[in-house]
């Protein structure tokens, strides 16, 4: 079984920083074998693919409404994912998702492994 665990979300102000970060474990689960997203679903709107991440951490893809904002890492050696997003907006508020795949993009039927999210909420 695997455990995925977002952290980190919260309260900012509009145009702050938050991180958020996400552990990944279970038996027989090698972090460093899978690619890594984020997703978030808004209230009232479909869960959407924010970005993502290739399994060695060299290659990234992000969602247009976010490039220049968030960037993806990750720490193989932690088991660890990141998202850092800078200069959020109201338009960020959401519920954060991490999820683990061996395809690459941000689909949500790419990845088979999902954390229950953290919540991120922009104030003005």
């Known amino acids: 079984q695997v455990q995925v665990l977002e952290s980190g979300g919260g309260l900012v102000q509009a145009g702050g920083s938050l991180r958020l970060s996400c552990t990944a474990s279970?038996?027989?689960?090698?972090?460093?074998?899978?690619?890594m997203a984020w997703f978030r679903q808004a209230p009232g709107k479909e869960r959407e693919g924010v970005s993502c991440?290739?399994?060695?951490?060299?290659?990234?893809h992000y969602e247009d409404s976010v490039k220049g904002r968030f960037t993806i890492s990750r720490d193989n050696a932690k088991n660890t994912l990141y998202l850092q997003m800078d200069n959020v907006t109201h338009e960020d508020t959401a519920m954060y998702y991490c999820?683990?795949?061996?395809?690459?993009?941000?689909?949500?039927?790419?990845?088979?492994?999902w954390g229950k999210g953290t919540q991120v909420t922009v104030s003005s």
């Open positions: 279970g038996l027989q689960f090698d972090f460093g074998d899978y690619n």
């Open positions: 991440i290739g399994a060695k951490g060299v290659y990234t």
């Open positions: 999820a683990a795949g061996a395809d690459w993009g941000l689909m949500e039927s790419m990845y088979m492994f």
